[in-house]
């Protein structure tokens, strides 16, 4: 009796291998031509990577790319952990980081500027005047009122509500914090002293405030709040248009007030990028030159140099195509990036052979 | 013999992973308690200090320049949307389960049953996206303005201004949808199984056929009553996700009125766990261990409250009784 059960469980078990190990073999047969890269992090490079995504398959149908909009905090810790290939960062990571981890790699892959948006009923179809000392007064809540003398003072001949201003901050570790708070620090001494900036910071309380999830949260908080106030990276140039929100003119170092724009942000770019080191980790938030944007920076793939062979092989591919055609006017317009200059591609390029 | 013992092993298992649980949460935030001392349940500053600048030693623990950790915004936003889910959904739970177990004809009550417990399968993720997508905008343009010009009027804590609907309020509706199903299923059961004889008793000595259920059906159901209430508890103050979605995760500050954000602390662990990783001395993660060992002291401190309330009420009872 019980050899019987016996025979017949090996013959259902023989046949379950079999069926199993058709199965595999179909899947490996998959496997076999394709390397698999995890790309996880910053909602800001987001958009960027879903067009890069389908276009680079179809010249490298070998590699399967799966992209994620994490925050950029996700994306540096996971590409640490070696979760995911390739992190996704609108921020560098700090000196004491590096030294925990010498072995990540901060490469830029384009540049990218942030927005500050906001949803003033009858006024979001102008452009309202705002500075980075009027922002960090608002944001540690020393000006309540979109009619407050200072906001009035940067906005002459607009008629501005007496309505509480609601701020919006971003909840999760995010590159878009980081640059704003380095906007917010390098202009504006006390909010340096105070609250300094990072990928997050420690917000001052302000009652009313709001916490929201990566750059579409951002977008959908300050749509369904009226007189609030938010900072969206240019990527969701599109969706703030399709929100009917309005967008900000910033004061640069030079004291002009500028909007994003490739002109803009081109100016700044120049003034910044022969400052580069050879690691790449600089910030360049609030450059000189009257017609730079303040609010830009290099948009970093986060990368651990030590890889299997055959994912090294596909990381490099990728990046050095993203540095080339990615960098191309097709993709940049459509996000509202700007391509790296040649000196910079160059130390990129550098940092990209470091992986193998 | 065998069986048994096996029998032992399983049941023997569950006391031993609660305890690991609170033992490896009491070790691993061992620091972080040393660090922040009493001050990290009376504080209103969660700061990770300064995540770009170099480590540094303060009280003999390697931290960034600036850290600071206090949670009291997020005891408060814990205990208070909790309470209020519980004053939402107790008795509107009780009102459904009564309706289920008396009101509706019984061809209809096991149809109508079974959609009440499949409530209670729904994930809460899924209660989340339903509050950020409907009940946000629909709070913030219609129910916050009219309670500000109505209650506002006589409650402080109900006036103005209305916010932008990601609020205190809308947490705590969003966990009363989630936990009113646990109040209404357990009790129905409870009130269906209740034996015929006492109602027919009732009924027989003149009551009502409302009164028959409000003097004695339900006071024999109360027992069920609290236990469901104790699980429907549990839920509120651990519940992560749909909180996360739609309390605007308030920072550093205790709410003002009742339409202004709040945070909890199980939603803050989700969102601040990614940040937190990014210090270098560890110290964030491990107060982040600190907020879950916190919430695990508070559970069963409410919990152990509600029991004693409930020891204390039955004695009372029976003297009354008496």
């Known amino acids: 009796m019980s050899m019987k059960t016996g025979s017949s469980r090996r013959k259902t078990s023989v046949v379950l291998a079999a069926t199993l190990a058709m199965g595999t073999m179909m899947v490996s047969h998959a496997a076999l031509a394709q390397t698999r890269l995890l790309e ?317 | 013999m065998k069986f048994r013992a096996w029998l032992a092993l399983v049941a023997g298992i569950l006391p031993v992973i609660l305890l690991a649980v609170v033992l490896f949460l009491a070790f691993y935030s061992e620091q972080a308690i040393h660090f922040n001392g009493w001050g990290f349940v009376v504080r209103n500053t969660w700061n990770l200090g300064n995540l770009y600048m170099d480590p540094i030693t303060r009280h003999g623990f390697q931290v960034q320049p600036g850290a600071t950790y206090g949670i009291l915004f997020l005891i408060v936003g814990t205990l208070l949307s909790t309470f209020l889910a519980l004053l939402f959904a107790v008795p509107v739970g009780i009102g459904a389960a009564i309706f289920l177990a008396e009101a509706i004809p019984s061809h209809l009550r096991t149809w109508i049953s079974f959609f009440v417990e499949l409530l209670m399968a729904i994930p809460s993720v899924v209660f989340g996206l339903w509050g950020y997508v409907v009940v946000i905008p629909f709070l913030s343009r219609h129910l916050f303005p009219l309670l500000a010009a109505t209650l506002g009027r006589l409650i402080p804590f109900f006036a103005g201004p209305t916010g932008s609907g990601y609020s205190l309020l809308t947490a705590s509706i969003v966990l009363a949808l989630m936990i009113v199903p646990i109040i209404a299923a357990t009790l129905r059961d409870a009130l269906v199984s209740q034996p015929v004889s006492l109602r027919e008793a009732a009924l027989g000595l003149g009551a009502t056929r409302f009164e028959a259920l409000w ?26 996700m749909a909180v996360l979605m739609v309390s605007g995760n308030a920072l550093n500050y205790l709410p003002h009125n009742i339409y202004d954000p709040i945070s909890t602390m199980a939603a803050f662990i989700v969102s601040q766990l990614d940040s937190a990783l990014q210090d270098p001395t560890g110290m964030a993660v491990r107060s982040l261990a600190e907020i879950a060992f916190v919430l695990a002291i508070i559970s069963v401190i409410v919990n152990g409250l509600a029991r004693l309330l409930l020891l204390v009420w039955n004695n009372g009872q029976r003297t009354a009784a008496v």
């Open chain 2, 215 to 240: 003097k004695v059906i339900l006071p024999g159901a109360r027992k069920t009553l609290i236990g469901a209430t104790f699980l429907a508890l549990g839920r509120a103050l651990g519940e992560t």
């Open chain 1, 40 to 356: 996880t992090g910053s909602s800001l490079l987001y958009p960027l990577f879903n067009l890069w995504v389908p276009v680079y398959g179809k010249s490298h149908p070998g590699v399967q790319i799966t992209t994620q909009s994490t925050g950029s905090g996700t994306g540096i810790s996971e590409a640490v952990s070696g979760i995911a290939q390739i992190g996704a960062s609108d921020a560098y990571m700090s000196n004491a980081q590096i030294k925990m981890h010498p072995a990540i790699l901060n490469i830029p892959l384009t540049i990218s500027s942030q927005m500050i948006n906001y949803n003033v009923p009858g006024l979001n179809g102008r452009h309202l005047r705002l500075s980075g000392p009027v922002l960090a007064d608002m944001y540690s809540g020393q000006i309540r009122y979109w009619d407050a003398p200072a906001v009035r003072e940067l906005n002459p001949g607009v008629r501005l509500p007496h309505k509480q201003i609601v701020l919006i901050h971003r909840t999760d570790g995010s590159g878009d914090t980081f640059i704003f708070s380095q906007y917010l620090s390098f202009s504006t001494p006390s909010w340096n002293n105070s609250v300094g900036y990072g990928t997050t910071i420690s917000w001052p309380a302000v009652q009313g405030g709001i916490g929201a999830e990566g750059n579409p949260g951002m977008v959908n908080a300050c749509k369904g709040t009226p007189y609030s106030i938010a900072y969206i990276g240019i990527s969701f140039k599109q969706a703030i248009g399709k929100a009917g929100l309005g967008e900000a003119m910033l004061k640069n170092r030079a004291g002009r007030f500028v909007l994003p724009a490739p002109k803009t942000i081109g100016a700044a770019v120049r003034a910044m990028a022969a400052h580069t080191p050879a690691d790449e980790r600089i910030s360049l938030v609030f450059a000189p030159g009257a017609e730079s944007y303040p609010i830009i920076n290099y948009e970093y793939a986060i990368v651990n140099a030590n890889q299997d062979g055959k994912t090294a092989g596909a990381v490099k591919e990728f990046f050095s195509w993203a540095l080339s055609h990615g960098n191309s006017p097709y993709f940049m317009k459509q996000v509202g990036f700007v391509p790296l200059p040649p000196a910079i591609v160059k130390l990129s390029e550098a940092q990209i052979a470091k992986i193998h």
